[in-house]
Structure formats: structure tokens, C-alpha cells
């Protein structure tokens, strides 16, 4: 992945200088060099997207990014309008090239803490505090795969977990899907959209969990179930050749059935722990507990904000960048209005 350690670009073309208005007035970013009218965590789409808005709104804008997007280990992204096919480290780059051109400044630092005193007070791993008055928390989620032998290393490649992403990619193969829940049915009944030969590995899932309903749409769609644990993948020339059943109690005297995609589905887990630090309401979802949001992605904590897969499961990439873009105009009405009232109360 490109890195980028610290970006302070400034454009004459945006007609600003990175700190805008006047003292006291819309656009001000009291308390010093370190002071932000707007602080995002996270530099993937969603941060990125709502530092792209602020930029142009002309609000003194950092961005802190860890550099660990969640879609690192694919070669490309599919399904956003425009960008069809670009590679996610391209994409990224871009990003951090776009929000340049208007001021916003990015850091490749780690946020440890944040507290509130009328903004947020925002500490950085490499001992850098940071001020607010609005804060964005873009930090998305991460991926828990089963510990089944070879998975890991082959994922985003030929263990894959979105048909949307990769389906058309690898269609006409021979799937295979492996079960992490009786949810796992769902995964497979959709792939086949993209092939006719598709195998549900049962792995920890008991057959008495399927219910009836279940066994008779996998039977329509020509889904093959295979009970048994999964011990291993068999990789051959660095491709993926086969899926190898537990047997015997070794792996391999185990059946292996010949695979060519494995779609799995892995645990994702929501990195919302600073959220949850600045007393954030969050509720449980069949895919994590996430934070209670407004329809701009406002949570119940006054000026505190989340976007991307920090306020929900299913963000894909054009989803997250839409919920940035709207978090940041957002945004700038707040603190506009709030500026004007302050203004009108002197």
C-alpha cells in the first residue's frame, strides 16, 4: 500500500490557506496550531470522503491514519461507479492526493485516547495532542477468519467473502463456501448466481441446524452440502486446488474435494472502542454492536460523528465514501449555524 507519512500540501487555487475565516468568526479553529475545526480518524473512503467535503467547505481539517484499511488484501474493488476495477491502494492515494489540494492535512499516527471538554481532545500514539470542535470517527471494522489451515493466506485472493466484490471475477469456477453459522446457507444460496457448481462445507455447523427450509432451497439451487470439519485448503502453484476434510482425526487422510474458490464469512468486528470511550449509545446488531446514528451519521454524543463501516456492517466502499461525503456537509452546517448564533448572541 502507498504510504503517505504526513501530508500538509496547501493549494492558493482553493483560495484559502488551510486556516480559514477570521478570528472569531465562521471558519476559526481556536487554541493554536494544533486546534482543528475538524479531526477524522481513519483515512479509508469514508474519511477521506468527509475530509474531501470539509476541505472544499473550507474547514481546518486533519486526518490520522493507522494505514490499515480493511480491503488491503484485495487487488482490486468493484461496484463504485467510475473507479470499476482500481486497485485499493490506488484508490487511497488518490484520496490523500485529492484532499491535499484544499488544506486538509494527513498524519499516519494512531488515535490512543479522546476525551470531551466542550470539542474532543484527541491523542495520538506518537504523543501528539489534537484539538476539535467536531470529530469523525471513520475507524471501520476488521475481519476474524475461522482458523482453518491456509485460509488466511489466501484471502482476498481465492477466499473471498463478497460475491458483489469478486463474484463476476471468479464466476464459473468451482465454489465452495464454507459455513461459519447456519447464516452461512444464505452466503451460498447467493453465489450461485455466479456459478452452478457450489459446495457448502458444513465445517462446525451441524446438519440438524439447517432447517427444512433451508435443505429445499439449497436442493433447487443445486447446492451440494458436505458435512465434516474442514482441516485444511490444498494449494498447489500458489493457487487454490482443494478443500480437505478432518478424518481419522488427522488431516491428511481427510477426503479433499476439489475447489477453486472458497467463500467464507469472516466475524467482523467493529472498531468503535473510541466511540464507546466518549459515551457513544450503541446497540447490538446480528453483526456486532454499533453506534446509534442519525441519518448523517450524528451518534448520540453532541459533535461526535461516525461513517463507513464504524456506523454499520454493510458499507462497501461507494456506500462508506456516500456516508462521509454526507457526514461533512453535515458537518459544516453545524458549525456554521453554530458560529452564526455565537455571533448574533455577542
Known amino acids: 500500500m502507498t504510504e503517505h507519512t504526513t501530508n500538509t500540501g496547501r493549494t492558493e487555487q482553493a483560495g484559502h490557506t488551510g486556516r480559514t475565516g477570521h478570528a472569531g468568526g465562521p471558519g476559526h479553529a481556536p487554541g493554536g496550531a494544533d486546534a482543528y475545526e475538524v479531526v477524522v480518524v481513519g483515512g479509508g473512503a469514508a474519511g477521506l470522503s468527509a475530509a474531501l467535503v470539509l476541505g472544499r467547505a473550507r474547514r481546518r481539517t486533519l486526518v490520522v491514519d493507522a494505514g490499515e484499511p480493511r480491503n ?7 461496484g463504485y461507479l467510475s473507479r470499476d476495477g482500481m486497485s485499493p491502494a490506488d484508490f487511497l492515494a488518490t484520496g490523500r492526493e485529492e484532499i491535499a489540494r484544499y488544506g486538509v492535512e494527513l498524519v499516519r499516527d494512531r488515535v490512543v485516547d479522546a476525551t ?3 470539542g474532543f481532545a484527541v491523542a495520538l500514539a506518537g504523543g501528539r495532542t489534537v484539538r476539535a470542535r467536531q470529530l469523525v470517527v471513520a ?3 476488521k475481519d476474524e477468519l475461522p482458523p482453518v489451515e491456509g485460509l488466511a493466506e489466501r484471502f482476498g485472493r481465492d477466499v473471498l467473502h463478497c460475491p458483489y466484490c469478486h463474484g463476476w471475477e471468479v464466476r464459473d469456477q468451482a465454489f465452495g463456501v464454507l459455513a461459519t453459522s447456519p447464516m452461512s446457507v444464505h452466503q451460498a444460496l447467493m453465489v450461485t448466481q455466479w456459478s452452478k457448481d457450489v459446495k457448502l462445507f458444513l465445517h462446525t455447523v451441524g446438519e440438524a441446524e439447517l432447517s427444512d427450509e433451508d435443505l429445499r432451497r439449497l436442493a433447487a439451487a443445486g447446492v451440494d452440502v458436505v458435512p465434516g470439519e474442514v482441516a485444511a485448503l490444498v494449494v498447489e502453484d500458489d493457487r487454490l486446488t482443494g478443500v480437505r476434510l478432518a478424518g481419522g482425526g488427522t488431516a491428511v487422510d481427510g477426503t479433499v474435494h476439489a475447489r477453486q474458490v472458497l467463500f467464507v464469512a469472516p466475524r467482523a468486528v467493529p472498531r468503535t472502542g473510541l466511540l464507546a470511550r466518549l459515551g457513544a449509545e450503541t446497540t447490538e446488531t446480528p453483526f456486532g454492536r454499533y453506534p446509534v446514528v442519525d441519518g448523517r451519521g450524528l451518534t448520540t ?12 456492517f454493510a458499507e462497501q466502499v461507494v456506500n462508506a465514501a456516500s456516508r462521509g461525503y454526507r457526514a461533512g456537509a453535515a458537518i459544516n452546517g453545524e458549525l456554521l449555524m453554530a458560529d452564526l448564533d455565537a455571533a448574533v448572541r455577542v
Not at 488491503?72 to 468493484?78: K, V
Not at 454524543?301 to 454499520?312: D, E, I
Request: charged share 10%; net charge neutral; aromatic share 4%.
Open 301 to 312: 454524543v453532541p459533535g461526535l460523528w461516525a461513517a463507513g463501516n464504524a456506523s454499520g
Open 116 to 118: 470531551r471538554d466542550g
Open 139 to 141: 475507524t471501520g471494522l
Open 72 to 78: 488491503a488484501p484485495a487487488a482490486h474493488m468493484q
